[in-house]
């Protein structure tokens, strides 16, 4: 089966430093890989999905395949990024069935 | 367009008492789902439709039933509530496309927070 794996539950950073926030996933197969965003008071909404391959709010994510991982990168953090972020699979006969990892706080300092 | 609407808000029960969380949205959307968001945990598939009349389980369906009458509608229902059930629930729903070379993102409503006593 599946797995999407999140090691950092909690990371904190300050106001312009770079973030990383970590996925790793096991699956033999070709999955979808996709970040979901959830900031305070508002609905999860897609942050960004592997295949566009496009920079959302200064976030971007590259899928390797020799490390299983989707790690979501930004050069430099604002404060309106805090927000809890989670790492999703799509396995390719799922359709849109998402494995979900269990999530990352990140807290950007002013 | 309202979305993925989801109601009620808050709910507090008691254990052995039912209850239908209901979820609707108005995007003609084919897909819809369950998940419970817990703690260190994400977000776990209760059941999921493909389309109505359709309806699947997910990781952990135990203790939850959903039926799917209409595109609109996807109703989940508790039919005795248990404490390990207190979690927050999100209805999610997107276009269905089965063979397709990409899947199409979840629209997710804003959750219902249920507290089993």
């Known amino acids: 089966a599946q797995r999407v794996t999140q090691p950092e539950k909690l990371l904190s950073v300050f106001k312009g430093a770079p973030v990383e926030l970590k996925c790793n996933y096991s699956?033999?197969?070709?999955?979808?890989l996709f970040w979901y965003v959830q900031y305070s008071r508002q609905r999860l909404q897609l942050l960004l999905r592997?295949?566009s391959r496009e920079s959302i709010k200064g976030f971007t994510a590259d899928l390797n395949k020799g490390e299983t991982s989707f790690h979501l990168k930004k050069p430099f953090a604002q404060e309106e990024d805090s927000a809890m972020y989670y790492c999703?699979?799509?396995?390719?006969?799922?359709?849109?069935?998402?494995?979900f990892g269990e999530g990352t706080q990140l807290t950007v300092n002013p | 367009n309202a979305g993925v609407t989801q109601t009620p808000k808050f709910q507090v029960l008691k254990t052995g008492q039912s209850m239908t969380l209901q979820c609707a949205q108005d995007m003609n959307h084919e897909y819809m789902s369950w998940y419970r968001q817990d703690p260190g945990m994400g977000l776990r598939l209760i059941h999921y439709?493909?389309?109505?009349?359709?309806?699947d389980q997910g990781e952990v369906p135990n203790g939850y039933n959903v039926s799917r009458s209409t595109t609109e509608d996807f109703p989940l229902r508790l039919l005795s509530a248990a404490p390990s059930q207190t979690s927050v629930y999100f209805c999610?729903?997107?276009?269905?496309?089965?063979?397709?070379?990409?899947?199409?993102?979840?629209?997710f409503g804003n959750g219902t927070r249920l507290t089993v006593t």
């Open positions: 699956y033999s197969g070709s999955p979808e």
């Open positions: 439709s493909v389309g109505a009349g359709i309806t």
């Open positions: 592997h295949i």
């Open positions: 999703a699979l799509s396995r390719e006969t799922s359709g849109s069935r998402l494995t």
């Open positions: 999610a729903s997107s276009y269905n496309t089965p063979g397709a070379s990409y899947n199409s993102p979840l629209h």
